[in-house]
């Protein structure tokens, strides 16, 4: 794989898949026990949702991109251009990034595609990135150290919003900043890039299930961690859909993105429930672990959603589930890179930089099904055209 003329200055932790623990906590986190006390069962709502964003993202799915159409990391949906003619400046440059954490397989795709798209620059002289190992004070810390480092501009990905909000404004006073994947509460940064967003997937997925699960069934709701705007968003859509439906959403509950939990949370519940008749999850990683707790019971697998992930999607195919992937697409760890770049040459780039995110249906599942790929990969990668694949992405060639 091309490598920028210096070497990428790389400080990681690789870990396990575990999501990390943060400290944003959501002003309202439901549990089964406080869930079952209100209306539907999906408790109150998160501190997060915004009914005019909830509006605009399901309006987005809908919409055509901009943009070169086989690129979708470079597309943007309703885009406002905005002018960098201040931050021009001659090559060639120094990248920063700061990684909220390489600590689940979705993360590991995307830094792997960031880091090739990277080596495809050669006015990028030089890349440096700290990974905060899913812990806020060492991203705070991570962030004033590439202040000093002699950035021409800074690449973020949060790893909570609230809490990661300070240093990020901060940094914005001293180079261009760059933020994607996870926002912050400020619109300092030049560009913030992201897909659709949460509120789409997580209204595609609970969409799905009020469509299959019969009127009065039993639906159980699992989350990864709180204080996340991309996480709490996907809850807050997909209870304003349950809260409009004629389903119960029996539990709500957080696995910590680990597989043994989510399998355990959902034996635990079909257990007490007897049958559980659709399941709706915030992320997908976990979904194999969530389809194997019904097949252990010897139950029918109900309605339920996963993601792009390669082992959920054989797990469709070979078992005929009645499933939807929603995505979030590791594609978008390409654009912070474009972005910088055009930023650094003065060219207009979105405000907001909205990418298309669309979602696994048992229509399109064969095309985003790559056999070929490990089980962790993720199908829309948008690696496919960069140096290295497939074997750097874990991948064989077939």
């Known amino acids: 794989m091309p490598r920028p003329k210096a070497a990428v200055a790389v400080l990681t932790a690789l870990g396990a898949l575990v999501a990390a623990c943060t400290t944003d906590e959501p002003a309202a986190t439901t549990t089964s026990a406080a869930a079952s006390a209100q209306g539907s069962g999906t408790g109150a709502q998160s501190k997060f949702f915004v009914q005019a964003d909830f509006d605009a993202q399901l309006a987005m799915r809908s919409q055509t991109p901009e943009g070169p159409a086989n690129k979708p990391w470079e597309q943007a949906i309703a885009p406002k251009m905005i002018d960098t003619a201040k931050y021009k400046k ?118 799905f299930l009020a469509e299959k699960v019969p009127a009065g069934g039993k639906v159980l709701a699992l989350r990864i961690l709180p204080g996340v705007d991309v996480l709490e968003t996907r809850w807050s859509a997909a209870k304003v859909v349950f809260d409009r439906s004629r389903l119960q959403v029996v539990g709500v509950e957080f696995t910590d993105g680990d597989a043994a939990k989510t399998k355990s949370i959902v034996s635990d519940y079909i257990q007490r429930h007897g049958t559980i008749d659709g399941v709706w999850m915030d992320a997908g990683a976990t979904a194999v672990a969530a389809v194997e707790a019904f097949e252990d019971a010897g139950l029918r697998v109900p309605p339920i959603n996963g993601e792009d992930q390669q082992d959920f999607l054989q797990k469709w195919k070979d078992t005929g589930l009645t499933a939807v992937a929603p995505t979030y697409p590791t594609y978008q760890w390409r654009t912070p890179v474009i972005a910088a770049l055009k930023i650094l040459k003065g060219e207009e780039v979105p405000g907001i930089w909205n990418l298309p995110q669309p979602k696994v249906t048992s229509e399109n599942l064969p095309a985003y099904l790559k056999p070929n790929m490990p089980p962790l990969h993720y199908a829309l990668c948008g690696c496919e055209d960069l140096p290295g694949f497939p074997e750097s992405w874990g991948g064989k060639k077939g």
């Open 90 to 207: 001659d090559g060639p440059y120094h990248l920063c990034f700061s990684n909220a954490a390489v600590n689940n397989p979705w993360r590991q795709v995307g830094w792997k595609t960031m880091q090739a798209e990277v080596g495809l620059h050669e006015e990028i002289e030089k890349f440096t990135a700290l990974d905060a190992e899913g812990k806020d004070d060492k991203q705070i810390s991570d962030i004033a150290e590439l202040q000093a480092k002699g950035c021409d501009a800074l690449i973020v990905s949060p790893n909570t919003t609230a809490t990661l909000t300070p240093a990020v404004t901060a940094a914005c006073g001293k180079v261009p900043v760059i933020v994607f994947d996870r926002g912050v509460e400020t619109d300092c940064p030049v560009t913030f890039i992201k897909p659709i967003g949460g509120y789409a997937f997580g209204a595609d997925a609970a969409e």
